[in-house]
């Protein structure tokens, strides 16, 4: 089956616009993660949803950013007002169920996102 | 808290030579761990994971993983490198009862002709 999808690919951005990424999970995931990948640097949790609970926010490094997932599938991060520093890959990532489970996560091809 | 430690930056090895990428975590709990593999503009591949069981798991592409608890580690092996097998490797690790995937920084590995 299809795996994760993130669009778009690539996004150039000018200093202080907003922007929405999105990621479509596999189907039947019911757990889905945001991650951010600044070169040079590991990966850094942002946010995590898991079925219909609240979700967990504590990885959000500024209250710019934001995500929401609507029906339990598709999920968009918004950041707003953007600054260079944001200038990162973020990945999009699923798995089968959240929680204490050890299901793996499926990762997505990330947006690469350039901020000017 | 939990944690991850890649130590080596870059790992070099020629191709035909056993491979080994290190990584030591430290976690409460049982640990949960993980190997992915990233190649050059696309996310991460799962490769392998340890969650209970033969301490010795076998993964994707012939790599295994040895996970030893009383060194708190889980070092990436294969017993034969291929070129098309460089790329950046990730350890991952989160305790049994937490959903949150600690990420080493990574380690690149190089596989010379």
């Known amino acids: 089956g299809a795996g994760v999808s993130q669009s778009p690919s690539n996004k150039v951005t000018e200093k202080g616009k907003d922007v929405e990424l999105r990621c479509d999970p596999i189907s039947g995931h019911t757990a889905l993660y945001w991650y951010r990948q600044s070169l040079g640097q590991g990966l850094e949790f942002l946010i995590y949803f898991q079925g219909n609970s609240a979700p967990d926010k504590s990885g959000l490094p500024s209250d710019r950013f934001s995500a929401e997932r609507t029906g339990g599938s598709v999920s968009t991060l918004t950041i707003q007002r953007t600054q260079q520093e944001d200038s990162a890959v973020y990945l999009c990532?699923?798995?089968?169920?959240?929680?204490?489970?050890?299901?793996?996560?499926?990762f997505g091809p990330g947006t690469r996102l350039t901020v000017l | 808290a939990q944690s991850v430690a890649q130590p080596e930056d870059q790992v070099n090895v020629a191709e035909g030579n056993p491979l080994t990428v290190k990584c030591t975590y430290s976690?409460?709990?049982?640990?949960?761990l993980f190997w992915y593999v990233q190649y050059p503009n696309r996310g991460l591949q799962f490769l392998l994971k340890?969650?209970?069981?033969?301490?010795l798991v076998k993964g994707s592409y012939g790599f295994e993983a040895e996970f030893n608890k009383s060194q708190t580690s889980f070092h990436l092996k294969k017993p034969s490198a291929l070129v098309s097998d460089s790329a950046l490797y990730f350890c991952?690790?989160?305790?049994?009862?937490?959903?949150?995937?600690?990420f080493g920084s990574g380690t690149r590995l190089l596989v010379r002709p």
């Open positions: 976690v409460s709990g049982n640990p949960y």
């Open positions: 990532a699923s798995s089968l169920a959240g929680g204490s489970s050890y299901n793996e996560q499926f």
């Open positions: 991952a690790v989160r305790g049994d009862s937490s959903y949150k995937l600690s």
């Open positions: 340890y969650i209970t069981g033969d301490n």
